[in-house]
Nanobody
Framework: QLQLVESGGGLVQPGGSLRLSCAGS????????MGWFRQAPGKEREGVSC????????YYADSVKGRFTISRENAKKTVSLQMNSLTAEDTAVYYC?????????????????????????WGQGTQVTVSS
Protein backbone atom coordinates (compact mmCIF):
# COMPACT_ATOMS: atom_id res chain seq x y z
CA GLN A 1 0.00 0.00 0.00
CA LEU A 2 1.24 3.46 -0.89
CA GLN A 3 1.96 6.39 1.39
CA LEU A 4 0.71 9.70 -0.02
CA VAL A 5 1.39 13.15 1.41
CA GLU A 6 -0.28 16.30 0.08
CA SER A 7 1.10 19.81 0.35
CA GLY A 8 0.50 23.27 -1.08
CA GLY A 9 -2.93 24.11 0.26
CA GLY A 10 -3.73 27.44 1.79
CA LEU A 11 -5.72 30.64 1.52
CA VAL A 12 -5.94 32.39 -1.84
CA GLN A 13 -8.05 35.23 -3.22
CA PRO A 14 -10.65 34.66 -5.93
CA GLY A 15 -8.98 34.64 -9.32
CA GLY A 16 -5.70 33.54 -7.81
CA SER A 17 -3.66 30.40 -8.29
CA LEU A 18 -2.41 27.58 -6.13
CA ARG A 19 -0.34 24.49 -6.82
CA LEU A 20 -0.88 21.26 -4.90
CA SER A 21 1.66 18.46 -4.77
CA CYS A 22 1.40 14.85 -3.70
CA ALA A 23 4.50 12.85 -2.87
CA GLY A 24 4.13 9.10 -2.99
CA SER A 25 6.26 6.30 -1.65
CA UNK A 26 6.02 2.54 -1.69
CA UNK A 27 5.34 2.22 -5.41
CA UNK A 28 6.04 -1.19 -6.89
CA UNK A 29 5.71 0.09 -10.45
CA UNK A 30 5.36 3.37 -12.34
CA UNK A 31 1.96 2.51 -13.77
CA UNK A 32 -0.33 3.49 -10.91
CA UNK A 33 -3.15 5.84 -11.77
CA MET A 34 -3.22 8.88 -9.51
CA GLY A 35 -5.60 11.73 -9.01
CA TRP A 36 -7.11 14.47 -6.93
CA PHE A 37 -10.46 14.46 -5.18
CA ARG A 38 -12.05 17.13 -3.04
CA GLN A 39 -14.75 17.46 -0.44
CA ALA A 40 -16.43 20.75 0.36
CA PRO A 41 -18.43 21.35 3.54
CA GLY A 42 -21.78 19.62 3.36
CA LYS A 43 -21.00 17.91 0.07
CA GLU A 44 -19.89 14.48 -1.08
CA ARG A 45 -16.34 13.82 -2.14
CA GLU A 46 -15.91 14.30 -5.88
CA GLY A 47 -13.24 13.62 -8.43
CA VAL A 48 -11.31 16.63 -9.70
CA SER A 49 -8.63 15.25 -12.00
CA CYS A 50 -6.80 11.98 -12.58
CA UNK A 51 -3.91 10.80 -14.71
CA UNK A 52 -3.01 7.30 -15.83
CA UNK A 53 0.47 5.97 -15.22
CA UNK A 54 0.11 3.60 -18.15
CA UNK A 55 -0.98 5.68 -21.14
CA UNK A 56 -1.04 9.24 -19.79
CA UNK A 57 -4.78 9.63 -20.19
CA UNK A 58 -6.13 12.56 -18.18
CA TYR A 59 -9.55 13.30 -16.79
CA TYR A 60 -10.88 16.65 -15.60
CA ALA A 61 -14.19 17.33 -13.95
CA ASP A 62 -16.35 19.73 -15.95
CA SER A 63 -16.16 22.27 -13.15
CA VAL A 64 -12.37 22.62 -13.45
CA LYS A 65 -11.72 22.17 -17.17
CA GLY A 66 -9.59 24.96 -18.56
CA ARG A 67 -8.55 26.11 -15.09
CA PHE A 68 -6.74 23.14 -13.51
CA THR A 69 -3.82 21.14 -14.86
CA ILE A 70 -2.62 17.80 -13.53
CA SER A 71 0.90 16.49 -14.06
CA ARG A 72 3.30 13.83 -12.83
CA GLU A 73 7.02 14.00 -12.25
CA ASN A 74 9.87 12.36 -10.38
CA ALA A 75 9.41 9.04 -12.17
CA LYS A 76 5.63 9.33 -11.71
CA LYS A 77 5.92 9.27 -7.93
CA THR A 78 4.69 12.83 -7.55
CA VAL A 79 1.45 14.26 -8.86
CA SER A 80 0.68 17.97 -8.94
CA LEU A 81 -2.42 20.03 -9.52
CA GLN A 82 -2.00 23.56 -10.82
CA MET A 83 -5.16 25.50 -10.01
CA ASN A 84 -5.83 28.82 -11.74
CA SER A 85 -8.74 31.25 -11.75
CA LEU A 86 -9.89 29.94 -8.41
CA THR A 87 -13.38 30.68 -7.14
CA ALA A 88 -15.14 30.22 -3.83
CA GLU A 89 -16.67 27.03 -5.21
CA ASP A 90 -13.19 25.49 -5.26
CA THR A 91 -12.94 25.73 -1.48
CA ALA A 92 -12.55 22.19 -0.14
CA VAL A 93 -10.19 19.67 1.36
CA TYR A 94 -8.21 18.19 -1.51
CA TYR A 95 -7.10 14.58 -1.34
CA CYS A 96 -4.48 12.78 -3.36
CA UNK A 97 -5.31 9.21 -4.32
CA UNK A 98 -3.73 6.31 -6.18
CA UNK A 99 -4.66 2.86 -7.39
CA UNK A 100 -2.39 -0.03 -8.18
CA UNK A 101 -4.64 -1.06 -11.04
CA UNK A 102 -3.45 -0.13 -14.51
CA UNK A 103 -6.40 2.05 -15.42
CA UNK A 104 -6.18 3.43 -18.93
CA UNK A 105 -8.14 5.45 -21.45
CA UNK A 106 -11.79 6.13 -20.88
CA UNK A 107 -11.92 3.73 -17.97
CA UNK A 108 -10.10 6.34 -15.92
CA UNK A 109 -12.92 8.82 -16.60
CA UNK A 110 -15.37 6.46 -14.94
CA UNK A 111 -13.22 5.82 -11.90
CA UNK A 112 -12.34 9.46 -11.41
CA UNK A 113 -15.75 11.03 -11.96
CA UNK A 114 -17.22 9.79 -8.70
CA UNK A 115 -16.11 9.57 -5.10
CA UNK A 116 -13.05 7.49 -5.92
CA UNK A 117 -14.07 4.18 -4.42
CA UNK A 118 -11.81 2.39 -6.89
CA UNK A 119 -8.73 4.12 -5.48
CA UNK A 120 -7.07 2.21 -2.67
CA UNK A 121 -4.50 4.68 -1.31
CA TRP A 122 -5.27 8.13 0.08
CA GLY A 123 -3.42 11.07 1.56
CA GLN A 124 -4.49 13.02 4.61
CA GLY A 125 -5.80 15.96 2.61
CA THR A 126 -4.86 19.61 2.32
CA GLN A 127 -7.21 22.54 2.82
CA VAL A 128 -7.79 25.00 0.00
CA THR A 129 -9.74 28.12 0.87
CA VAL A 130 -10.65 30.71 -1.76
CA SER A 131 -11.80 33.92 -0.12
CA SER A 132 -11.17 37.64 -0.19
Amino acid sequence: QLQLVESGGGLVQPGGSLRLSCAGSGFTSDRYAMGWFRQAPGKEREGVSCISGSDGHIYYADSVKGRFTISRENAKKTVSLQMNSLTAEDTAVYYCAATSFMVTGGFLDVYCSGAGSEFDSWGQGTQVTVSS
